[in-house]
């Protein structure tokens, strides 16, 4: 086995371990540890990634430029810096070992060839690679002994067929997330040839290794699918050459369970992976020498992990200071250093040192190996498996058996693998299907009795005491389609406490088929309706895919149609909670499902929610109860979009509001609305409301949309034409043109004629300088939720498993107020691609605004900006596209006033 010495040598910095020197970070750390902050915005803006040169300087990355940090007068906090490199994105990947650069960024992987003195470096490409992306190629390192150089990339990155044209490649059908190495003296363009050593991942953004080269690496979770049994947080692993880390498609990821997944050394939950340490040294405290630090930039947290033991916190923020960690570097002198920032926020960099630690004047020797090979699996029992069950007919079924026979006997890890290595047998279960992680990718084929043989030994299976959580997974791959293997199925899915782990048994149920007894299908439709109770219960999360995922599962169920019959006759249906079966139900169900949900609605109008709303809005016999609800904000929208359609003169008022909503679409609707009125003699307030919203329109298709339906009123109410050309969905310079100047002519119509008063909309600037003078020691939480409410943050940040918008749970903890307010005014600076709106128009004239949940080629599933899920069919479709544009509304805060936002933020705060 070759080994390496790295040598790590001493300087002795007179700053660095003076805790008396130590700044005010709010920022909690074990005892004996202090944190200094050691170069702010003005010399790392927007901080992405770092690395440190051989004396010990931190280099930092950030939008447009690579810097070497600069501590002229020795007291440890850095005063200027050198530019390295000029780039045009961030170079998520930076290395520099005192002479030569190498950067991800910009399209390629780039080696610095020249520099002129006092002069950036001059790169050369090495190899094209997806660079600048949230999920494409991010850190570079290389090996211990100078001969490799490793880059990590997440499952957005194109997978090139040179990055694993090495005939050693461990990985031969690369997939999702990697990590590649290739030579030192590696060749440019046509003569680059390199080696996948490991796959299967979302999104690491950092690796680093440990004492036998293996490469720990912090692997991101899949946040939308939280409080789903296939969710995965966060997870550290300890990698080897070949290996898989499970990551399949947006709809499962393999479970570390798995015998065939890398070494798991812990798990930290929902967050944003970001940096990733090795700690080489004692002089950091003996407790964390070999242990693997990693830095989470959503919740602003250090952990650090060993192999055997709990993550632990190591660094945490307190009160609402912004610590959102984008990178981590331990220096030459056992200190840590750590930047802030991301997605334009303000950067940082902070140093973290054990107090009273004393510098060996002596060289420290770390022994550091190659990469080993994959010794994981085990071997025999795979070729064993391979082996008798290749083959067809008769002697598959007779090997299939004889295997559960070993399972029947077997129990522990045992059983574990023999259950796996039957799962793979099936091809496994992965995909990107409605039941991927339940369902078998190849279908189970047995002649009649070994079939009846193996429902038999499933059943005793499942009826043995212990975890059944795989066992289940492996009757509902096998699809029997066996009436007491599905009962098994759902007697366990029944007496299951723990909603999350209910909703696995059902999936597998879905998939086993077979005649359910009516007790089952009875306790299942009781079982569905209990999941969402208990998960909001127990003040669990839930996001995105949450509300679809479940209506798929509702949907395979509902096949026996006594399970929804008994949902709606349950006297406890109708609650919020259970508005994500409504939408699943059968058609013959539902008008009996909406008379109960009115029925709660009138019950307790105080406990009303947005979704019980729009549940009933299309149905004419409820338009008197969601009238109720017009004047409280949170429920504006959905009444406008209700009563939109057949207005009645008394909702003229309720229209007029609706001109000032956040939302396009009810903009829109509000519009439509009012021109199905009569006339009513439109007041200078009238015209005003509607110069207020063209004021804040740009030029893209919804809004030009709004601006026809604006016209179209004004036309109305007038009588008079200034022949504005309405061109549906024309972006062209030219119609433009025509139509702002056709608008102008409105304006001074209205001034000229009605005396209208045209008032600025309140730049973004104009509203940060007003936020600026806030007294924001005023802010009340509880006054805060209802301001919350009230400018409609919660339809996109808190929509009950449907979000459009990120968690804001811990938001202060990452971003500073200033950040967060910004963010606010200028919601289209630095959108990231994921939160950008997706606009779908139709044939019919209607334009839904919103986010992606599902596409397929028979249409689009969007939540949109108002909180409704709507499927639109691929033939009724006249337009699809992503915006530019954030799905945030502009303005947001316009109208609010100075403790508004104070109070504003003492809730964010709190979250």
């Known amino acids: 086995m070759r080994t390496t010495h790295l040598n790590l040598s001493i300087v002795a910095l007179a700053w660095a371990l003076q805790t008396a020197v130590c700044q005010n970070v709010p920022v909690e750390l074990p005892d004996g540890y202090s944190i200094k902050k050691v170069a702010g915005n003005d010399l790392v803006p927007d901080a992405s990634a770092m690395t440190v040169d051989p004396d010990g300087a931190p280099i ?18 850095f005063e200027k810096f050198e530019t390295l490199a000029v780039t045009k994105g961030i170079a998520q990947g930076v290395w520099f070992d005192g002479s030569q650069m190498w950067l991800t960024v910009d399209g390629a992987i780039k080696r610095s060839v020249s520099r002129e003195e006092g002069q950036p470096f001059v790169f050369e490409d090495i190899v094209p690679i997806t660079t600048n992306a949230e999920h494409g190629s991010h850190a ?26 090495l005939p050693s490649s461990p990985v031969k ?53 939280v409080s789903l049994p296939w969710y995965r947080p966060t997870r550290i692993f300890n990698t080897k050459p070949g290996d898989d880390a499970g990551w399949v498609s947006a709809s499962w990821k393999r479970p570390a369970s798995f015998f065939d997944m890398p070494t798991l050394v812990g798990e930290m939950g929902r967050g944003s992976p970001t940096g990733v340490a090795t700690c080489r040294t004692n002089r950091f405290g003996p407790a964390y020498q070999d242990a693997v630090f990693v830095g989470d930039w959503t919740f602003g947290r250090i952990g650090v992990a060993k192999l055997g033991k709990e993550v632990q916190i190591f660094a945490k923020p307190t009160g609402n200071f912004g610590f959102a960690v984008t990178d981590l570097e331990f220096s030459k002198d056992g200190s840590l250093f750590i930047t802030t920032g991301g997605r334009g926020t303000e950067g940082a960099l902070y140093r973290i040192w054990k107090d009273g630690s004393v510098l060996d004047s002596e060289a420290q020797n770390v022994t550091l190996r190659d990469a080993q090979p994959n010794n994981q699996l085990n071997e025999q029992l795979k070729k064993s498996l391979v082996n008798d069950l290749k083959s067809n007919g008769a002697a598959r079924g007779s090997a299939f058996i004889a295997w559960l026979d070993k399972a029947e006997t077997s129990s522990g890890p045992d059983l574990e693998m023999i259950i796996r290595g039957l799962q793979l047998f099936l091809g496994g279960c992965d995909g990107d299907r409605m039941f991927a992680g339940h369902q078998a990718k190849h279908a189970f084929t047995a002649e009649g009795g070994a079939k009846a043989t193996i429902s038999n030994k499933l059943l005793a299976m499942l009826k043995r005491d212990g975890d059944m959580f795989e066992c289940a997974r492996l009757a509902g791959m096998i699809n029997l389609e066996n009436g007491a ?17 209910r909703i696995h048994y059902l999936n597998c149920l879905a998939v086993a088929g077979g005649k359910l007894e009516s007790d089952s299908a009875s306790g299942i439709a009781n079982g569905l309706l209990r999941v969402r109770r208990e998960i909001d219960a127990a003040d669990l999360p839930v996001d995105r895919n949450w509300k679809p995922r479940m209506q798929q599962l509702a949907e395979a169920l509902f096949r026996d149609m006594r399970i929804p019959e008994s949902i709606v006759q349950n006297p406890t249906f109708g609650a919020a909670s259970d508005i994500w079966i409504y939408d699943s139900l059968p058609e013959i169900f539902r008008n009996v499902a909406r008379v109960k949900i009115a029925a709660k609605i009138e019950a307790d109008p105080d406990a009303a929610t947005k979704s019980q709303l729009q549940s009933i809005s299309r149905d004419p ?84 949309s709004v601006r026809d339906q604006i016209v179209m009123l004004l036309q109305k109410w007038t009588g008079t034409s200034f022949r504005y050309p309405i061109r549906r969905y024309d ?8 139509q702002r100047s056709s608008f102008e002519l409105w304006k001074q119509h209205l001034v000229n004629k009605h005396s209208v008063d045209i008032k600025s909309s309140g730049s973004a600037a104009e509203m940060l300088t007003r936020f600026s003078k806030i007294d924001f020691s005023t802010g009340d939480t509880a006054r805060g939720s209802l301001a919350y409410k009230k400018f409609q943050c919660a339809t996109c940040h808190d929509g009950g498993g449907q979000n459009s918008g990120p968690s804001l749970a811990g938001i202060a903890s990452r971003f500073s107020r200033d950040d967060v307010l910004k963010a606010i005014a200028d919601p289209n600076d630095n959108v990231p691609d994921r939160y950008r709106a997706f606009v779908v128009a139709t044939e019919d004239g209607q334009l839904f605004r919103g986010s992606v949940v599902y596409e397929s080629m028979a249409g689009i599933l969007l939540a949109t900006e108002t909180g409704e899920v709507v499927r639109v069919a691929a033939e009724d479709i006249e337009l699809s596209r992503k915006s530019n544009e954030s799905l945030m509304p502009e303005g947001l805060l316009r109208e609010a006033t100075d403790q508004d936002v104070a109070d504003l933020w003492a809730w964010l705060r709190s979250l």
């Open 485 to 501: 293997v599905a009962n098994a199925l759902a007697a366990i899915a029944n007496r299951e406490n723990d909603p999350v782990q």
């Open 173 to 225: 059908e690369p997939r999702a997330g990697f990590l590649m190495r290739f030579p030192a003296d590696v060749g440019v363009g046509a003569n680059f040839a390199a080696e996948i050593v490991n796959h299967g991942f979302r999104n690491p953004y950092d690796f680093d290794f440990d004492a036998d080269g293996n490469a720990y690496v912090y692997d991101s979770d899949g946040e939308r699918d």
């Open 621 to 704: 016999r409820f338009m008197k109860l969601l009238r109720m609800f017009a004047d409280r904000d949170e429920f504006m929208d959905v009444v406008v979009m209700s009563v939109h359609r057949s207005p009645q003169p008394e909702d003229r008022d309720l229209l007029m509001r609706g001109l000032k909503s956040f939302s396009l679409t009810v903009n829109k609707a509000s519009l439509i609305g009012l021109q199905k009125l009569a006339n009513h003699g439109a007041t200078k307030s009238d015209f005003e409301a509607l110069l207020a919203l063209e004021g804040m329109l740009g030029w893209t298709n919804p809004e030009i």
């Open 731 to 738: 972006l062209s310079e030219v119609a433009k043109r025509e």
């Open 140 to 165: 570079i390192r290389r090996s211990a002994d100078k001969k490799w150089w490793y880059v990590i990339c997440g499952n957005a990155t194109q997978i090139r067929p040179e990055y694993y044209s």
């Open 60 to 77: 930092v990355s950030g939008p447009g430029y690579v810097r070497r940090m600069l501590d002229e007068d020795g007291d440890g906090v």
